[in-house]
């Protein structure tokens, strides 16, 4: 009687991959890094913070309060135009519009009543309110406001969550272009770190390090919705509610 002797049954899957977990994953990524995009990140936004120190003093550049947005955005979308890179989306579809209202409503459903909290616990303990905002008389809440939204807001966002948050999470992303949530997280902590050391430097206050904890939030925004809309809407209302809340504290 013959004997049939069959070769053994390989997998489907040649050569199959061992399993990466995300400490690894964000190590080997780490390891790749784009050195160009490093130091262009980087130079950038020095050069940015410097000129907003130097030219922000001049009264030589009119209108003064146009001159840090200006900067921002300029230093956003050179360097991204030059290198012909795919800058953040702005989200003026009606899709990235309806999502964006939504996620930023229920954060400042969560986020806002903390803050206030806050300021109350601040000012039951006899401290003094920290980062108070300045509204000029003579231009009022309204300029105020417009200001805020347009020109604070839409400029730091596109500058801190569009360039330097979207460049670290290009920096950070593996093949294919995917990112694991480590590396988001990453990207979300590390923008805020250089949102609050350019209001530091800027500012001249140590207590601007506080600018910090909402950066956070903006942050995961900007990954939430990938896009500026809602990094932007919460952006100016936080500015907002934060001016607003002292008068209720009264």
């Known amino acids: 009687m013959l004997t049939t002797t069959y070769p053994p049954r390989q997998s489907s899957i040649a050569n199959p991959l061992p399993a ?6 964000f190590s080997t990524s780490l390891k ?5 995009l490093l130091m262009e990140t980087t130079v950038v936004t020095i050069a940015a913070i410097l000129a907003m120190i130097v030219f922000g003093a001049s009264s030589i550049f ?11 955005v300029a230093a956003a979308l050179v360097p991204t135009a030059i290198k012909r890179r795919e800058f953040a989306k702005i989200g003026f579809d009606v899709k990235h519009i309806s999502h964006s209202l939504v996620i930023v409503g229920w954060t400042c459903i969560v986020i806002f009543p903390a ?35 347009m020109y604070i807001a839409v400029a730091e966002e596109v500058f801190f969550r569009g360039y330097v948050q979207n460049n670290i999470l290009r920096l950070t992303s593996t093949t ?4 694991h949530r480590l590396q988001q997280w990453a990207s979300i902590v590390i923008s805020a770190a250089v949102f609050a050391v350019a209001h530091i430097t800027v500012q001249g206050e140590m207590i601007s390090v506080l600018t910090f904890l ?3 939030i903006s942050g995961w925004l900007f ?8 990094p932007i809407l919460f952006h100016g209302l936080a500015n907002t509610c934060y001016a607003i809340m002292p008068f209720w504290l009264m």
């Open 176 to 179: 294919g272009g995917q990112q």
């Open 32 to 36: 790749q890094l784009d050195a160009s």
């Open 62 to 72: 009119k209108p003064t309060w146009l001159v840090a947005p200006g900067i921002l």
């Open 115 to 149: 803050m206030l909290c806050g300021l109350w616990l601040l000012k039951y303990w006899g401290l003094e309110l920290p980062l108070r905002a300045a509204i000029s008389p003579a231009r009022g809440w309204v300029c105020w406001l417009l200001y805020q939204f």
């Open 223 to 230: 990954i939430r919705t990938k896009s500026l809309l809602a």
């Open 214 to 216: 909402p950066c956070l």
């Open 20 to 25: 990466v977990g995300s400490a690894q994953l």
